[in-house]
C-alpha cells in the first residue's frame, strides 16, 4: 500500500493552499469535553446537570521537520505551520484549515505552535526541529445548527406549572431534552428559574 502523506489544507477565503509534512506523525490525540451547570435544587441531594453546550475537539501532534542532507534551513518548512498563526489580511483573522491524513480529516485552527530545534550546521543554520501543533475544531453556526439532531414542538404551547415543576421538566417533556430549558426561560423572562409559583402559565416556544 502506498505511504499516504499527511497535509495540511488552508482556507485563505479566495484560494486554499497545501502545506505537506515532510514525516507523517508518530501518533496524535483528540481531546472533546462538554460544558454543564450544576444547579443546586432545595429538597434534592445532589444539584441538577444541565447541558450548556458542547466543548471544541482538540487535536495536537509532534511534526518532525529534517533538511540535513539537503544542507538547508528547516525553518523553510517550519515557518509555513507557525504561519498559520497570523492573520489573514482578506480575512482579518487567522485561516481555517483541515488536517488530513489517511481517515482524519480534522478542520480546525491552529491555537498554538511550540518549536523545538536540535541539529544545526556549522554556520548556526536549524536542520533539524520538532514542532508540537494544536488545532482546535472550528464550525460556523450555520454547520453546527445543521448538525444538532433538535426534537422541535409543532407550535408555541401554553402550560400552567404544577406544584414542584421546575422548567427543565417541561423542557424534558416538550423536547424531549430537560437541557433546553434556558428557551422557554427566555421566552418567558425568568431569571431565576428556581423561583418559579405553581399556576403560573408559561409559554412554551417552538424550537426553530
Known amino acids: 500500500m502506498a505511504l499516504k502523506k499527511a497535509m495540511i489544507?488552508?482556507?485563505?477565503?479566495?484560494?486554499?493552499?497545501t502545506v505537506e509534512v515532510l514525516f507523517n506523525p508518530n501518533e496524535y490525540s483528540l481531546?472533546?469535553?462538554?460544558?454543564?451547570?450544576?444547579?443546586?435544587v432545595p429538597g434534592l441531594s445532589m444539584p441538577i446537570g444541565q447541558f450548556v453546550s458542547g466543548g471544541t475537539t482538540s487535536l495536537t501532534m509532534d511534526i518532525f521537520f529534517d533538511t540535513y542532507?539537503?544542507?538547508?534551513?528547516?525553518?523553510?518548512y517550519t515557518k509555513?505551520?507557525?504561519?498559520?498563526?497570523?492573520?489573514?489580511?482578506?480575512?482579518?483573522?487567522p485561516p481555517v484549515c483541515r488536517?488530513?491524513?489517511?481517515?482524519?480529516?480534522?478542520?480546525?485552527?491552529?491555537?498554538?505552535v511550540n518549536q523545538r530545534f536540535t541539529m544545526f550546521l556549522d554556520s548556526g543554520i536549524p536542520v533539524r526541529a520538532t514542532l508540537k501543533v494544536s488545532f482546535k475544531s472550528?464550525?460556523?453556526?450555520?454547520?453546527?445548527?445543521q448538525d444538532i439532531p433538535r426534537e422541535s414542538a409543532d407550535r408555541t404551547k401554553q402550560k400552567t406549572l404544577k406544584q414542584g415543576e421546575q422548567l427543565w421538566m417541561v423542557a424534558a417533556q416538550e423536547?424531549?431534552?430537560p437541557g433546553l430549558w434556558r428557551e422557554i426561560?427566555?421566552?418567558?423572562?425568568?431569571?431565576?428559574?428556581?423561583?418559579?409559583q405553581s399556576g403560573r402559565r408559561v409559554t412554551v416556544p417552538r424550537l426553530e
Do not use: C, M
Open 99 to 112: 488536517f488530513v491524513w489517511g481517515s482524519l480529516d480534522f478542520k480546525g485552527v491552529v491555537e498554538k
Open 80 to 93: 509555513k505551520i507557525s504561519g498559520l498563526l497570523d492573520v489573514e489580511k482578506g480575512l482579518h483573522a
Open 69 to 76: 542532507e539537503k544542507g538547508t534551513d528547516v525553518r523553510e
Open 175 to 177: 423536547y424531549e431534552n
Open 185 to 196: 426561560a427566555s421566552a418567558n423572562g425568568i431569571d431565576n428559574p428556581l423561583k418559579l
Open 31 to 40: 481531546d472533546t469535553s462538554n460544558s454543564y451547570s450544576w444547579d443546586p
Open 9 to 17: 489544507i488552508v482556507d485563505k477565503g479566495t484560494s486554499k493552499e
Open 138 to 145: 472550528w464550525h460556523s453556526k450555520k454547520e453546527q445548527l
